[in-house]
């Protein structure tokens, strides 16, 4: 069975400092891996996924995420981040075959201050 | 929000009462999920459909039925065996995977037992 891990509840970033956001996974061969971003009240926004090829995944927003098979981690990061970063992130997994459901993790909660 | 509509945004349910929560895509997706969260715990699989007129149970079914009549429609119904509803329910749908093999979110229902 597939499962995700996000190690930190709350991470804490000045406005400007680099951020990084810690995933790490757990599934049969090779994954799909997901990043999604979540503001209050409101669904889930797709930011960037993993599914073969180029380690390094850029996304949406000046976000990007570095696979590393040996590690089996998916962190999220970004150079510089915003006070508008500030939200709840969640990663998730599915394996290659099918259209089977995402495997979410509990989430992190990213708070930028000014 | 990826073209899927949840209705109503906030719902209110009395002990005893069934309630339906709707679903609809206009994205022409064959799988739907439906997926619960509560603070904490991240987002829980409840059912999930990878065709018309079929469906699955997710890690969480009990108190929870649904059905897939439509492509287009994936209803859930949060019954009186449900003993713990208050939740935030959300709608993903995907395609046929592959490379296409992110989940769109609607924007959420909230659901509050009085």
């Known amino acids: 069975a597939q499962s995700v891990a996000q190690p930190e509840d709350q991470v804490n970033v000045a406005e400007g400092n680099p951020l990084t956001v810690k995933c790490t996974y757990s599934v049969s061969g090779n994954p799909y891996l997901f990043w999604y971003v979540q503001y209050p009240n409101r669904g889930l926004q797709f930011l960037l996924k993993?599914?073969?090829?180029?380690?390094l995944v850029k996304g949406s927003y000046g976000f990007e995420a570095e696979f590393n098979k040996s590690q089996t981690s998916f962190h999220l990061k970004k150079p510089s981040a915003l006070v508008s970063d500030s939200a709840l992130y969640f990663c998730?997994?599915?394996?290659?075959?099918?259209?089977?459901?995402?495997?979410f993790g509990k989430g992190t909660r990213l708070s930028v201050i000014a | 929000d990826g073209g899927i509509t949840q209705s109503p945004k906030y719902l209110f349910r009395k002990e005893g009462q069934n309630v339906t929560l709707s679903c609809e895509q206009n994205l022409n997706h064959d799988a739907m999920y439906w997926y619960r969260q509560d603070p904490g715990q991240g987002l829980r699989l409840i059912y999930y459909s990878q065709i018309v007129n079929d469906f699955q149970k997710g890690d969480i079914a009990e108190g929870y039925s649904v059905s897939r009549e439509k492509k287009e429609s994936f209803p859930l119904t949060v019954t009186s065996a449900q003993k713990n509803p208050t939740a935030f329910y959300l709608c993903?749908?995907?395609?046929?995977?592959?490379?296409?093999?992110?989940?769109?979110f609607g924007q959420g229902t909230r659901l509050t037992v009085v």
């Open positions: 993903a749908s995907s395609g046929k995977g592959g490379r296409n093999t992110e989940a769109f």
């Open positions: 993993y599914i073969t090829g180029d380690n």
């Open positions: 998730a997994v599915r394996p290659p075959s099918g259209n089977t459901p995402l495997v």
